[in-house]
């Protein structure tokens, strides 16, 4: 697999940002639970206390903050 430079910039530029104002995905969170997008998508982000998305269009894909989901996912194994 071939990675470019503008590939490399952009993710030197990303690791830049703090992790707690990291906005994630779907996908991301998913990833970060070891959780299908699916069950993430219809079971976890739906939840009462799960942090509130971003939309940064208005109406496009929801984004969440980094740190608030992984505060919730450890408040959640405290339990």
Not at 1 to 19: L, N, S
Not at 51 to 66: E, Q
């Amino acid at each position: 697999m071939t990675v470019d430079r503008a590939m490399i910039e952009a993710i030197r530029q990303v690791a830049q940002i703090p992790t707690d104002r990291r906005l994630w995905s779907l996908a991301t969170i998913a990833a970060y639970a070891e959780l299908s997008e699916s069950h993430v998508a219809q079971k976890v982000v739906s939840k009462p206390g799960f942090p509130r998305p971003i939309r940064l269009d208005g109406n496009g894909h929801p984004r969440w903050l980094a740190g608030e989901v992984m505060a919730y996912f450890e408040a959640s194994r405290a339990s």
